[in-house]
């Protein structure tokens, strides 16, 4: 993914040295590096989740609100960032207990009519709209599996590990997702 | 649709999301946004822990603080115990190995406790096949949470308790006054009130983790001497209870713990 100019891992401290340097002292700006490394990763998750910026914005917060509160319990038995994914994806189940997703209706129209390319400069407004569509209509385990292995480069086993099932189940579900999203925009990747 | 590949598929949605990312300026904004959450939130937490300093003793204070704690305790009794002497051995022992001296202990949930859960989660299970959603018990009320259809392959089990807790200017250790016990499906949204408490009503959303932490989005909303009000998102390492509310009024504190366990496969036999 097309990460601008900001650095994915700032000079300096590892994760690991981060949290302890954090726990040790409280210090803000220790936290707010932390915070600065990850929020684009989490936020790259939660918005295709939810598909709206405000949304998008409010759970990002809620995720590190819950990782900083749940510091303590991080065995680091897995990578930082990873831990992070988890609590966003889970702050993504607990807002749809709350507010489940809308349902695209399936007679919608998806206006396929346009004949660009998959490659990134021909990306205009409508196949933008087709492709929100299309993930509005992944149920959002389906969903979940294209953000966290297709858009977001994780492996399934590391996938599977956020999603708390197997990898075998994380294979099944991209599988599932790509046909359907394959069905759904067809027209743009023929 | 099978001749498109995958990798066609997935550059069009990287393509895709990297449009959606949100520009630098956003993001400043809301690491800016989340450090003053954090910072509001720490010195919160340090206001608790100031509150919990030894204050002035009042004898006023401290003959309403003993009528409020006798009055809801007395609600506590009628209940089925929840500190047999075993259970609370086993917390004990739990409470020492965490070295923590301001926890609650009857928020613990003893290992006896939880295999009386599980069991009960199992029968449940069993008589209710596919449709056990969840399960309350609170003084002798007793709730049962059924979905209105069959769930292919259940979750996995997690029970909650609430503690609510009350000192009075003159005690030297906090009371238990009343619990609230939950055996809940993962994910699985509990919305219920109580016969008990007029007004009264709670909601949770629970998720295990798979690194085995618990998180759970709670609202409760309870009445007594002071109304309880509390909107709580936590991340909880199973078995560590966490203050999520705390009050005080005439010089009686009131908290409110909270704590979660994974029922596991052991549990559930």
């Known amino acids: 993914m097309e990460q601008r100019s900001r650095p994915e891992k700032p000079l300096g401290a590892t994760d690991s040295e981060l949290i302890s340097a954090f726990r040790g002292s409280g210090d803000r700006s220790v936290l707010d590096a932390l915070v600065r490394r990850h929020i684009g990763r989490v936020r790259a998750v939660i918005y295709p989740m939810v598909l709206d910026d405000t949304l998008a914005d409010d759970l990002t917060q809620d995720t590190f609100f819950r990782a900083v509160r749940g510091l303590d319990g991080f065995r680091q038995d897995s990578e930082f960032s990873t831990w992070l994914c988890s609590i966003a994806m889970n702050c993504v189940r607990s807002y749809f207990s709350r507010r489940p997703p809308p349902v695209a209706s399936l007679d919608a129209t998806l206006n396929l009519s346009i004949n660009e390319r998959p490659d990134s400069a021909a990306i205009g407004q409508e196949l933008s709209d087709t492709i929100r569509r299309a993930l509005e209509r992944l149920s959002p385990k389906l969903r979940s599996a294209i953000v966290l292995i297709s858009l977001n480069g994780l492996d399934a086993s590391q996938a599977a590990a956020v999603e708390g099932c197997t990898a075998a189940t994380m294979h099944s579900r991209l599988h599932e997702a790509r046909a359907q999203l394959k069905r759904i925009l067809k027209a743009h990747l023929s | ?269």
């Open chain 2, 1 to 269: 649709v099978t001749d498109i590949r995958d990798d066609e598929l997935d550059v069009l949605m990287r393509d895709w999301a990297a449009r959606q990312a949100a520009p630098d300026r956003k993001l400043d904004d809301l690491v800016h946004r989340i450090g003053e959450r954090l910072t509001d939130m720490r010195e919160s937490d340090d206001v608790v822990k100031a509150r919990r300093q030894p204050s002035r003793r009042n004898l006023r204070w401290a003959v309403a603080g003993g009528a409020i704690a006798a009055s809801i305790a007395v609600l506590i009794y009628v209940v089925r115990p929840f500190n047999s002497s075993v259970s609370l051995e086993t917390n004990d022992a739990r409470h020492a190995n965490r070295g923590n001296a301001d926890i609650s202990i009857p928020s613990l949930i003893g290992d006896l406790e939880l295999s009386e859960k599980a069991r009960l989660a199992r029968e449940l299970q069993q008589e209710f096949p596919g449709r056990f959603a969840w399960l309350m018990e609170t003084g002798n009320e007793m709730k049962l949470g059924l979905s209105e259809d069959e769930r292919a392959r259940p979750s996995r089990f997690v029970a909650v308790r609430y503690v609510i807790e009350t000192q009075g200017p003159d005690d030297r250790v906090w009371k238990a006054v009343r619990t609230l016990d939950f055996v809940t499906q993962s994910e699985e949204t509990v919305q219920t009130s109580f016969a008990s408490n007029h007004g009264a009503s709670v909601a949770i959303w629970t998720y295990t983790m798979p690194d085995g932490m618990i998180s759970v989005d709670s609202e409760l909303v309870l009445s007594g001497p002071v109304p309880i009000r509390v909107s709580s998102n936590r991340l909880l390492s199973s078995g560590a209870p966490a203050e999520i509310w705390q009050s005080e009024r005439d010089g009686v504190k009131y908290r409110v713990y909270q704590a979660a366990e994974i029922l596991e496969n052991e549990h559930l036999g």
